[in-house]
């Protein structure tokens, strides 16, 4: 029931500016456009897959740390428990 010629020429417009959108739009409602992506999926799926790994990742390698850290602090953390000497300036100057 397209009678009205103004929105025939509308139509003529739209079909010669964006033939895609003119054949949604006269192909009616219920019609199915391309499936959606899928890109959000592998986000969740890589997401999960890091929250699993992190923590099996991250214990050894946290333990590692903090041992290395130990082995070379405490001799630095001793060292500052020693007493300290008398300072005694040299009565002679170096030659």
Known sequence: ???DPVLRALGEALARDDPDLAARLAAGPGTLGPPPGRGALWVVVLGAVVVVAAPLLLGPAAFGLMAL???IGCPFAFSCWLPAGEWRPDDDPPS
């Open 1 to 3: 029931m397209d009678d």
């Open 69 to 71: 850290l130990v082995l």
